[in-house]
Nanobody
Framework: QVQLVESGGGSVQAGGSLRLSCTGS????????MGWFRQAPGKEREFVAR????????SYADSVKGRFTISRDNAKNTLYLLMNNLKPEDTAMYYC????????????????WGQGTQVTVSS
């Protein structure tokens, strides 16, 4: 059973920073592509960033490129998302997810999901 638990969300002002964490089951980070997604009220869930389990290959949505950084510590079974220069449009529930396939960015291709952590950015 794969379990993912997000933490680190909160309320910040525009221009501020937050670091999200996602802790997973033992060994998952060595075998799965890990991704961050977000969903704002009334909108579809959208891709934010992903990291494959081998090498240092990462990918970002255009809307967060240059501001967000995804990283992983496989030994600690933890995925991170450092979010800098936050904007009100970044307000959403953020989810951590795992996929058995590499280079995947569509949410339907992710097999396991956490419960989410709320990020609210005020102007």
């Amino acid at each position: 059973q794969v379990q993912l638990v997000e933490s680190g969300g909160g309320s910040v002002q525009a221009g501020g920073s937050l670091r999200l964490s996602c802790t997973g089951s033992e060994g998952i980070f060595r075998r799965f592509t890990m991704g961050w997604f977000r969903q704002a009220p009334g909108k579809e869930r959208e891709f934010v960033a992903r990291s494959v389990w081998f090498g240092n290959d990462t990918s970002y949505a255009d809307s967060v490129k240059g501001r967000f950084t995804i990283s992983r510590d496989n030994a600690k079974n933890t995925l991170y998302l450092l979010m800098n220069n936050l904007k009100p449009e970044d307000t959403a529930m953020y989810y951590c997810a795992a996929s058995g396939r590499p280079y995947i960015t569509h949410p339907v291709s992710y097999d396991y999901w956490g419960q989410g952590t709320q990020v609210t950015v005020s102007s």
